[in-house]
């Protein structure tokens, strides 16, 4: 078991060390053209562009404290936003699992059941990746390479499915087939289909929030018209949902920035493709960072 731990940590080094190699040596062959580039940097737009990032990671928090209220739990934004980002530092350790397991922990902390804690999560990581999924899907109907009656295909689709999918008498039972599987309790969903519907609007309004922020984050450095900004932030959804889904990569580091790149020189110089990924990717470490230093701040949440 310790030497099958030692291959994966090995191999999740490696692919990130491989990936970033790849990306930095993309750049320097195509150095010229970010040197002959008019740069013009606007540092008045980084901090409505954090203010706008801080919301898209408080929305997330909420979110939380929304689907443990279908659960019959109820933690205020506070609560949430603790637990929540002092246990997403774990994912930028080796083996996927250690953002899930800190949550878990932190919330038992404070009266959670931990078989709640695993179902609210998993329920958020299904609506929160279907959305994703469903935003990127929509942004195909700004590419001039996509015909628009396959992408709108595509749309209504995949809305059906995700539809069916979180309609809390579906999810209850596909959450207790599995729960079943383990040998633990039943769940119940004690909600509307109209705020399960609320609650996929409001995912919706995150992916907006983050469209502009990354409208004004990306044009502090270079050009970029709003139509650009909304396909960048459909080719992040994606991206970051790649990236979860690479067990072999902690906190997607590398997947998310070679998929991005790729997307991205679909419409945009690869040189420029790979300096916004990138950027972007320090940028939002550098505001999970911050949200971590405010929940150690956070005094020690107790269930209400």
Known sequence: MLKISLVK????ILTVLIIFFMLGRILYLNI???LKY?????????FPSLLFLA???LIAAHVWTQILKMLGYTINLPQSFKITYL???????????????????????VGLPRRLTLVSMASMFVAYNGIA??????????????PTHSAIILILLFSLVL??????????????????FFKKEKVEFKVAYKSMLFLLGLLILDRVIFSIFAYLFINSFLALNLIEAIK??????????????????PGGLGVREGVQSYLLSLFLPVSMAILIALAMRVWMTLGELACFLVALKIKEPELT
């Open 32 to 34: 010229e053209t970010l």
């Open 87 to 109: 246990s997403a530092a774990g994912k930028y350790i080796p083996g996927k699992i250690w953002t899930y397991v800190s949550q878990i922990y932190l919330a038992d902390k």
């Open 163 to 180: 539809l069916f999918i979180l309609h809390p008498q579906v999810l209850t039972k596909a959450i207790n087939f599995f729960l079943r």
């Open 55 to 57: 919301l898209n990671y």
């Open 133 to 146: 999924i469903l935003f990127f899907i929509s942004t195909l109907l700004l590419w001039e390479s996509i």
């Open 38 to 46: 008019d740069w013009q940097f606007k540092y008045h737009l980084l």
């Open 232 to 249: 960048f932030s459909g080719v992040f959804s994606v991206a970051v949902f790649l990236g979860v889904m690479t067990f072999i990569a």
């Open 9 to 12: 940590k090995t191999l999740s």
